[in-house]
C-alpha cells in the first residue's frame, strides 16, 4: 500500500471533484456579476461627464464614448433588474445542485446510510448488471425523492443520515429563506399571468407583478450560498474524513 493511500481516507480524493466545481461556479458567477457592477458604475460616470460637456475629443476616447453612445436610455436599468434576478436565481439553484450531489455522493460512499425501510423492486434487481449498479439505481431515486423538499429539510436529512453538524447554518438559512420564496416565485411567474379555472367553464386570468431584485439583494444572495456550502462542507469533510477539505482554487485570491 502507498503512502498517499494509506494516509487518504477513503472517498477523499472523489469528494474534492464535488466540492472544487461548485465553489469554483459561486465564485465565478460573484465575479461576473462584479466585473458587470463595474461597467454599468462606468457607464453612470460616462453619462455624467457627457451631461457636464467633460469628454475629451481625442481618437481613443472616442471610440469609448460611441459604444456608450449606443446604449439605450433605459437598458442600464433593464440590465440591473434583469440580471439581478438572474444572478438570484442561478445562484440558489447552484446551492440545490450542490445539496443534490453531496447528498449523492454520500450515499453512494455510504449507501448503508439509506433509509432501512426503503423497498427495492424485483425488476430494478434482476435488470441490475451488478451490486454496484443496484446501488446506484436506489440511491437516485432516493436523490431525486428528495429533491422535491425544502432545503431546510435537505440539510436536515445530511444531519440526520450522516452525522453532520448543521447548527452553523442555521441563521444563514434563516436569512436565505425569503431568498429562495423570491426565486420560486420568478421562475414560476415568466409569464406575468396566474391562470384559474372559472365557474362560467372558461379561464381567468389574474396579472402578476414579479418581485424586483436590486444588486444588493443579488450579493446577498451570493453571501449567504457561498457561505452555506463552504460551512457544509467542510463539516461533512470532518466528520467523514477527518481533515479540512481541499479546494483548488487559484484565482481566489486574485480579486474580482
Known amino acids: 500500500m502507498s503512502e498517499q493511500?494509506?494516509?487518504?481516507?477513503?472517498?477523499?480524493?472523489?469528494?474534492r471533484t464535488l466540492l472544487t466545481p461548485i465553489m469554483r461556479r459561486l465564485?465565478?458567477?460573484?465575479?461576473?456579476?462584479?466585473?458587470?457592477?463595474?461597467?454599468?458604475?462606468?457607464?453612470?460616470?460616462?453619462?455624467?461627464?457627457?451631461?457636464e460637456q467633460a469628454l475629451c475629443s481625442c481618437a481613443g476616447s472616442q471610440e469609448i464614448f460611441n459604444n456608450h453612445r449606443k446604449i439605450k436610455k433605459q437598458g442600464p436599468n433593464r440590465l440591473d433588474t434583469e440580471y439581478s434576478r438572474d444572478s438570484l436565481i442561478i445562484t440558489i439553484t447552484l446551492l440545490d445542485s450542490f445539496l443534490t450531489d453531496v447528498t449523492r455522493f454520500l450515499l453512494l460512499l455510504r449507501p448503508q446510510a439509506l433509509p432501512k425501510d426503503r423497498q427495492v423492486k424485483v425488476t430494478d434487481v434482476v435488470r441490475a448488471k451488478d451490486h454496484a449498479s443496484l446501488v446506484t439505481s436506489i440511491v437516485e431515486k432516493y436523490v431525486q425523492e428528495l429533491a422535491y423538499k425544502s432545503v431546510d429539510d435537505r440539510i436536515i436529512e445530511l444531519a440526520e443520515r450522516f452525522g453532520i453538524e448543521t447548527a452553523s447554518v442555521n441563521n444563514d438559512l434563516k436569512s436565505l429563506q425569503p431568498l429562495i420564496d423570491?426565486?420560486?416565485?420568478?421562475?414560476?411567474?415568466?409569464?406575468?399571468?396566474?391562470?384559474?379555472?372559472?365557474?362560467?367553464?372558461?379561464?381567468?386570468?389574474?396579472?402578476?407583478?414579479r418581485p424586483d431584485v436590486t444588486w444588493d439583494t443579488a450579493e446577498q444572495t451570493?453571501?449567504?450560498v457561498l457561505r452555506i456550502v463552504k460551512t457544509l462542507s467542510r463539516e461533512i469533510s470532518l466528520k467523514l474524513f477527518g481533515r479540512e477539505p481541499e479546494i483548488d482554487l487559484p484565482d481566489w485570491k486574485a480579486g474580482t
Open 222 to 224: 451570493q453571501e449567504l
Open 5 to 15: 493511500s494509506a494516509s487518504t481516507p477513503i472517498g477523499f480524493k472523489e469528494y
Open 182 to 209: 423570491t426565486r420560486h416565485t420568478l421562475i414560476h411567474t415568466v409569464s406575468g399571468f396566474r391562470h384559474l379555472s372559472a365557474q362560467s367553464g372558461t379561464v381567468t386570468v389574474t396579472k402578476i407583478e
Open 27 to 51: 465564485f465565478e458567477r460573484k465575479s461576473a456579476d462584479a466585473a458587470l457592477f463595474r461597467l454599468l458604475a462606468a457607464h453612470a460616470a460616462f453619462q455624467v461627464a457627457q451631461h
